[in-house]
């Protein structure tokens, strides 16, 4: 398999990622638009030449849309291999490139968010600890930071402290997220729709800048639902989804 790096000069012609394979589609157009306003801050989006899912999105961590200290590291933002590309090595070719260009660019090592149990949206962290990664510092309810150092000596990243500060927030539902997945164009305004339609409190914060995102009280900022305060989910839900919680908060 040959691998593309999306650049400003193909990013409209190529397939992302995922399951989207039409430009005009909502979801696309707000990935890719994102994606455009972070390539020349050094974000690397490298993808087998397949209309698959099979890519690695990485990022200089000071650039990076989530809530860690990781100076002088290179932050994971998405490494996604599946279907019928999987158990060919793909994840390997593509982790390994990523190695290659952040320590040809003097990067201390890489990041990435990981669980301590398998979860979608998260890296799984058996695949990350048999490349060698290690966990550094956790979040509730079940976060984990995982880096590779290339300097044993070089100074562990870890969460910043607004990640377990949830004190402040308003009472009922509250949603974070950005534009950093395609789904959350979709379904996000679904589940306002449906919260608005039951006349359910609900406070959403659309994360437009890495500054925000940098200090936001969750780790997982493309899609955070918080209940009166504590994490229900980095899940991104579809409305029966939704409907489930609803029904179990007897809402």
């Not at 950005?178 to 914060?205: D, S």
Request: proline share 4%; charged share 25%; with cysteine.
């Amino acid at each position: 398999m040959e691998l593309v790096k999306l650049t400003h000069d193909n990013i409209e012609q190529e397939h992302i990622c995922c399951a989207i394979a039409n430009n005009r589609d909502i979801q696309v157009m707000s990935k890719k638009n994102w994606l455009k306003e972070r390539l020349d801050e050094g974000l690397v989006f490298l993808k087998g030449d397949v209309r698959g899912k099979c890519f690695i999105e990485y990022i200089p961590a000071e650039y990076a849309w989530v809530p860690i200290e990781a100076e002088g590291y290179m932050y994971i933002d998405c490494l996604w291999v599946s279907g019928k590309y999987k158990g060919h090595g793909y994840s390997n070719l593509l982790l390994d490139r990523c190695i290659e260009d952040s320590k040809k660019n003097g990067k201390k090592g890489l990041v990435i968010l990981s669980s301590n149990k398998k979860k979608g949206f998260l890296s799984d962290s058996k695949y990350m600890k048999y490349k060698g990664f290690e966990s550094v510092d956790t979040a509730e309810p079940y976060f984990e930071l995982m880096y590779l150092p290339f300097d044993e000596h070089a100074e562990k990243p870890h969460f910043r402290s607004a990640v377990h500060e949830h004190g402040n927030m308003p009472k009922g539902f509250v949603l974070y997220y950005t534009n950093q997945c395609p789904f959350t164009a979709k379904y996000v305004p679904l589940l306002q729709e449906m919260a608005k339609t039951r006349g359910i409190a609900t406070h959403v914060v659309h994360i437009q800048s890495r500054e925000e995102a940098q200090n936001a009280p969750t780790v997982f900022t493309t899609y955070s639902l918080f209940y009166d305060g504590k994490f229900l989910t980095h899940e991104i839900l579809s409305e029966n989804k939704f409907e489930k919680i609803l029904v179990d908060k007897g809402l």
